[in-house]
């Protein structure tokens, strides 16, 4: 437990932070006993559960969160056998509404997959996110799995997590981005072809109609057209995104990189220098303006350029290249 507070000041904030997959704990007697895995769908399943958990510390109390009601639901031992309460006060919870058993019901499977997630890892955690996306396909807490399987490349599941957010929000941004990102990583992976692209297109420029200053989402915009192989149209949107947000290093970086890319290694090293100045600890910025300087023939400033950035990640993927055309 938290230094100087008490059981239910301890879930108040853990709750308030983590929401519907904050992970059931048993609090109380000196002990904390979080129990990652939430097996019960019901709220007698619960006890039962809950009763088995303080059968080992009988003077804990067990919370387990209800996002329909913001409040634990709080079980003790009355007499060796396990009584629920909202809140830990109040009359004992001896049956639920529909509304309330079917929340409790999603709110076990979204703890579930996050619990085995946390223990065990993404790949061990697939089965639990699969029954969460079951059990609550609605529910915006799945999107923070998605995020993470988008990370991992597994789209089956990500794609089934943003289908069902869309379908009950079509306007949620957060779906509506990682929905454009797989298509972009598909595409660049050659397993979609580049008409898929317009998608992408389609839904990052709804979300910049609704959040005008997600600089994120206008980044990857920006990167699109270059996806399939329209890189003077990615130019001229990175261009008109540094416009208006002069300090967005990403977008001197990617700018920089189409132009060193396309034979113009002093625009790209303005660019490159410009970015760095907004981020001076990535290594990527030194490193690029050794690549543009390079290019220019200027290799003394290369080595100038090359000696700052492998300070900063000695281990960067460009070091040997670059040592080796620095000689």
Not at 21 to 26: E, G, K, P, R
Not at 27 to 40: D, E, F, R, S
Not at 115 to 138: N, S
Request: charged share 25%; net charge neutral; aromatic share 6%.
């Amino acid at each position: 437990m938290l230094p100087g507070m008490d059981d239910v000041a301890a879930r108040r904030e853990w709750t308030a932070k983590y929401g519907a997959v904050t992970l059931d704990s048993a609090l109380g007697a000196a002990k904390v006993i979080t129990h990652a895995n939430a097996p019960y769908r019901d709220l007698q399943t619960l006890l039962e559960t809950a009763g088995g958990i303080l059968g080992t510390a009988p003077q804990a109390r067990y919370f387990a969160f209800h996002s329909g009601r913001g409040l634990d639901i709080v079980v003790t031992l009355v007499g060796g056998r396990p009584v629920a309460t909202w809140g830990g006060q109040g009359a004992a919870i001896t049956s639920l509404s529909d509304a309330d058993a079917r929340v409790l019901a999603e709110d076990a499977a979204l703890r579930d997959a996050a619990g085995t997630l946390e223990a065990q890892g993404l790949e061990a955690a697939f089965p639990a996110i699969e029954r969460a996306v079951a059990a609550a396909p609605r529910r915006r807490e799945l999107i923070a799995f998605a995020k993470r399987l988008v990370q991992a490349r597994k789209y089956s599941i990500a794609g089934r997590i943003v289908d069902a957010r869309l379908a009950a929000d079509p306007d949620d941004i957060e779906a509506m981005v990682l929905d454009a990102q797989m298509i972009m990583n598909l595409v660049n992976g050659r397993q979609w072809g580049p008409e898929h692209l317009a998608d992408a297109d389609r839904r990052l420029t709804r979300v910049l109609a609704l959040a005008p200053g997600d600089v994120r989402a206008r980044l990857m915009w920006c990167d699109i057209p270059r996806f399939g192989g329209d890189v003077a149209t990615s130019a001229q949107r990175f261009r008109e995104l540094l416009a208006r947000h002069p300090d967005v290093d990403a977008a001197h970086y990617n700018l920089a990189a189409i132009y060193l890319a396309g034979g113009e290694p002093a625009r790209a090293l303005e660019h490159f220098v410009s970015g760095g100045r907004l981020a001076p600890t990535d290594a990527d910025y030194p490193l690029g303006e050794a690549r543009a300087l390079l290019a220019l023939g200027r290799k003394t400033e290369a080595r100038v350029a090359f000696d700052r950035g492998e300070k900063l990640a000695p281990n960067h993927r460009l070091i040997a290249t670059l040592r080796t055309q620095l000689g």
